[in-house]
Structure formats: structure tokens, C-alpha cells
């Protein structure tokens, strides 16, 4: 487990600095290009409701795919993270309906639908800092989105957003960790087993 937790750390401490060293511009081209491909995703197409998060520093961008789901109707719902570092969501409407919360987080002004809330997603796209061969997905290490995986109804597909250069990486697994069954990036979308 030791292992496992040192090469989880050793991997976020790599993209993290990737990420950083990424102009804006590079960052708002493959947002855009993301965007697009979750856009078109026939999963993403037939949705009602999308359960999403409001993107934060140097991930790619959730901005313009959380405003262009909206347009279409759908219900958009956002992550609000708790004391205990679980989540429960709200439903996101515009972005001057925000304010900042725990840890610098954007979350909705609106009610709180608690942390069952994520089991309405017809979808679900979740951060990450990277995903391997087989879709495990590298948190930031809190656990806050593998708690809220687990309460996803089975079948739903969740879709991670990623910088090219964070896909098939060799991601350490631990028990606890859930997987994706599809990542998008500005060049590819990647298909896993669930």
C-alpha cells in the first residue's frame, strides 16, 4: 500500500507540474477541443442530467461545457465539498450564481441536494490528473470523488477530462479506487470496460 501511495504521489506531483508549465493559450485550445468531443458524445447527447465540477486552476477547462449543457436544457449538477471531504451537489445555472467555498472552490449559491444527488447523472464527467490502459483514474488524493463514484448507478458512464499527455499513463490502483469508462482529450476519446 506504501508503494501504491508513494507512486500515486510521485505521478500527481509529475502532471501538476506538466500542467503548470502549459501556457494559457495551450490550455484554452484543448478546452476547446474537449469541449467539443463531450459535446458530441452520443452518452452526452441523450442526457437529462449531467453531474460535472466547476474546473479549478490548471485542469482543462469545464467553463464553456458547463454553459453549453445548460443551453441545451439539461440539468447541470456541481459538486459542493463537505467538512468530511465527501460531496454532495447543487444544481449549477450560470456562473454569477457562484461563490467561493471550501479550499478556493466555486459552488452554486442554490440549495443542496445532498451526497445521494450524483445518482440522478444520466453521465458523469469527474476530474483527473490522469488515467491508465484499463481507466483507473488518478485523483488528487483526497477521495472525494471516489466516494461519490461509488453512489453512480451502474451502467452510467463517467467521463474524465484530460491534457493528451495524461492518458494511458501507468496509473497505481488501490482497492478503494473507481474507474472511468471514458476519457477525452483534446485528441482522442478513450473507451473502457466498466
Keep these: 500500500m506504501e508503494a501504491t501511495a508513494a507512486g500515486k504521489a510521485g505521478l500527481r506531483a509529475g502532471v501538476l507540474a ?17 469541449t467539443a468531443a463531450v459535446l458530441i458524445l452520443p452518452e452526452v447527447r441523450a442526457a437529462r442530467t449531467v453531474a460535472a465540477y466547476l474546473s479549478i486552476g490548471t485542469e ?3 467553463a464553456e461545457l458547463l ?9 447541470v449538477l456541481v459538486p459542493v465539498l463537505r467538512d468530511d ?14 461563490s467561493r467555498g471550501p479550499r478556493g472552490l466555486w459552488v452554486p449559491d442554490g440549495e443542496r441536494l445532498g451526497v445521494a444527488a450524483v445518482a440522478d447523472a444520466d453521465v458523469v464527467i469527474a476530474p483527473a490528473l490522469a488515467v491508465g490502459p484499463d481507466g483507473t483514474r488518478l485523483g488528487r488524493g483526497g477521495g472525494s470523488y471516489d466516494r461519490a463514484l461509488a453512489r453512480v448507478r451502474e451502467g452510467r458512464p463517467v467521463v474524465a477530462l484530460l491534457y493528451d499527455e495524461e492518458l ?3 496509473v497505481p490502483a488501490e482497492p478503494h479506487d473507481r474507474r ?13 470496460e466498466p
Design 67 to 75: 454553459d453549453a449543457l445548460q443551453s441545451r436544457d439539461v440539468r
Design 60 to 62: 482543462p477547462s469545464t
Design 85 to 98: 471531504l465527501d460531496l454532495e451537489w447543487a444544481i449549477y445555472e450560470n456562473r454569477t450564481r457562484l
Design 18 to 34: 506538466a500542467r503548470a508549465a502549459l501556457s494559457s493559450a495551450e490550455r484554452g485550445r484543448a478546452a476547446s477541443s474537449i
Design 168 to 170: 494511458a499513463l501507468d
Design 180 to 192: 472511468v469508462t471514458i476519457a477525452v482529450t483534446s485528441a482522442d476519446v478513450a473507451r473502457f
